[in-house]
């Protein structure tokens, strides 16, 4: 098992290029597509890892800290290399964990949870970014765990 650092430096020295290369080999994006898969992998790593069940351990009067405040909740329903290890189940139970404190403050904001609808059509509207998004989210976690089990 690789340590934070070894995770980060792996991932954003790395994978990063390497995937950022092969995605524009492949696919010749636009480049705002890749600034979100870019921006997405980087925060994954930093901040939206595997081990983002352990972040009741970091101080929160920190950078990394604050930045990782919507994970306190999260890290005391899983414990640690539960669920949060799981290539596929980790990144999907960590986005929808986000996904529900956003309609939650929405719902506290705005005195209402949007339609479904206009989650539908943000998605019809957002498609690529959405799933540049989702990918460098999902390789962020896919190069976590591979360094966990090398």
């Known amino acids: 098992m690789a340590l934070y650092k070894t995770h980060a430096k792996f991932n954003i020295l790395f994978a990063l290029p390497v995937l950022i290369i092969l995605i524009y080999i492949i696919f010749h994006p636009k480049i705002s597509f890749l600034i979100i898969f870019t921006s997405s992998f980087i925060y994954s790593t930093l901040f939206m890892s595997p081990d983002v069940d352990l972040t009741n351990k970091i101080k929160?009067?920190?950078?990394?800290?604050?930045?990782?405040i919507p994970f306190r909740i999260y890290s005391k329903?899983?414990?640690h290399r539960g669920l949060s290890?799981?290539?596929?189940?980790?990144?999907?139970?960590?986005?929808?964990?986000?996904?529900?404190?956003?309609?939650?403050?929405?719902?506290?904001?705005n005195q209402s949870i949007p339609s479904h609808?206009?989650?539908?059509?943000?998605?019809?509207?957002h498609k690529k970014y959405t799933?540049?998004?989702?990918?460098?989210?999902?390789?962020?976690?896919?190069?976590?765990?591979?360094?966990?089990?090398?």
């Open 77 to 79: 329903i899983f414990k």
């Open 85 to 109: 290890h799981s290539l596929i189940f980790g990144t999907i139970t960590r986005i929808v964990f986000l996904f529900f404190l956003f309609l939650i403050i929405l719902f506290l904001i």
């Open 60 to 68: 929160l009067f920190s950078l990394k800290g604050m930045l990782t």
């Open 117 to 125: 609808d206009s989650f539908i059509t943000f998605f019809k509207i």
């Open 131 to 150: 799933l540049y998004c989702f990918s460098g989210i999902f390789l962020a976690d896919t190069c976590h765990l591979i360094l966990d089990f090398k």
